[in-house]
């Protein structure tokens, strides 16, 4: 871990896991500033987590194919998880963070060993929002394309992946039209043309960035 973060000129807004910033990294990057994100997985569980055993077996699922070493969670559970969640979103707070980055949300649409629906998704992210918003976090909807016209009302912003590469970013400008941002990373491990997605992302009020798939430091933006 660096002694300090200081993102290109020109960046206004910084998403970060908690584990690999510090509390006073944050604070610099506030008094820049800068609108700093809290990467949190809601709907998995990633076995280097220090919280891990806090976890009944009971809600931990199938294996996430795409990354071996997360678990799927089961988000119909109100005894647990709610407040695990709640405590991983105190910390964001108690480090400095401005929001929080709800990732896995779409648990649902995946292999998960329990038969969660989109209903459930949505109840789940829609009490996560009222436990970020009662700390004082604001909180947005990654990914998930299907729920935004649920969720508009509800989150803070929206964080998409590939979501020129897939073709769907459209789905997500509800934000916009409510004027809320709209954050889109494209990946190097695809093929993509950056100038026209920058284009297309500009029209639509779009932040985009084109981002190496480890999330290394290395970044490009639009001109």
Same mark, same amino acid.
């Given at each position: !871990?660096?002694?300090?973060?200081?993102?290109?000129?020109?960046?206004?807004?910084?998403?970060?896991?908690?584990?690999?910033?510090?509390?006073?990294?944050?604070?610099?990057?506030?008094?820049?500033?800068?609108?700093?994100?809290? $990467?949190?997985?809601?709907?998995? %569980?990633?076995?280097? +987590?220090?919280?891990?055993? #806090?976890?009944?077996?009971?809600?931990?699922?199938?294996? $996430?194919?795409?990354?071996?070493?997360?678990?799927?969670?089961?988000? +119909? *559970?109100?005894? #647990?998880?709610?407040? &695990?969640?709640?405590?991983?979103?105190?910390?964001?707070? !108690? !480090?400095?963070?401005?929001?929080?980055?709800?990732?896995?949300?779409?648990?649902?649409?995946?292999?998960? @060993?329990?038969?969660?629906?989109?209903? *459930?998704?949505?109840?789940?992210?829609?009490? %996560?929002?009222?436990?970020?918003?009662?700390?004082? &976090?604001?909180?947005?909807?990654?990914? =998930?394309?299907?729920?935004?016209?649920?969720?508009?009302?509800? !989150?803070?912003?929206?964080?998409?992946?590939?979501? $020129?590469?897939?073709?769907?970013?459209?789905?997500?400008?509800? $934000?916009?039209?409510? @004027?809320?941002?709209?954050?889109?990373?494209?990946?190097?491990?695809?093929?993509?043309?950056?100038?026209? =997605?920058?284009?297309?992302?500009?029209?639509?009020?779009?932040?985009?960035?084109?981002?190496? +798939?480890?999330? @290394?430091?290395?970044?490009?933006?639009?001109?």
């Amino acid at each position: !871990m660096s002694e300090s973060v200081a993102p290109p000129e020109g960046v206004r807004v910084f998403d970060a896991d908690p584990d690999n910033v510090t509390k006073e990294q944050i604070a610099a990057l506030k008094a820049d500033g800068v609108y700093t994100i809290c $990467y949190v997985s809601v709907g998995t %569980l990633e076995n280097w +987590r220090d919280d891990v055993d #806090h976890f009944p077996p009971s809600i931990v699922g199938n294996r $996430y194919e795409d990354w071996p070493d997360e678990n799927f969670l089961d988000i +119909r *559970d109100r005894s #647990h998880l709610p407040a &695990l969640m709640a405590e991983r979103f105190s910390r964001c707070k !108690m !480090m400095g963070f401005d929001a929080v980055e709800p990732d896995n949300m779409d648990v649902y649409d995946n292999d998960t @060993g329990f038969p969660l629906t989109r209903e *459930d998704g949505l109840r789940y992210i829609k009490l %996560l929002a009222t436990t970020a918003h009662m700390l004082g &976090l604001e909180i947005g909807q990654k990914n =998930a394309p299907e729920l935004t016209d649920d969720l508009v009302r509800t !989150m803070d912003f929206a964080i998409t992946e590939s979501c $020129y590469q897939d073709d769907w970013c459209t789905e997500v400008l509800p $934000y916009v039209r409510y @004027g809320k941002p709209v954050f889109d990373a494209e990946y190097t491990d695809r093929e993509i043309d950056f100038e026209n =997605a920058c284009r297309r992302a500009q029209k639509s009020l779009i932040s985009v960035i084109l981002k190496d +798939r480890d999330l @290394g430091p290395a970044r490009q933006s639009c001109r």
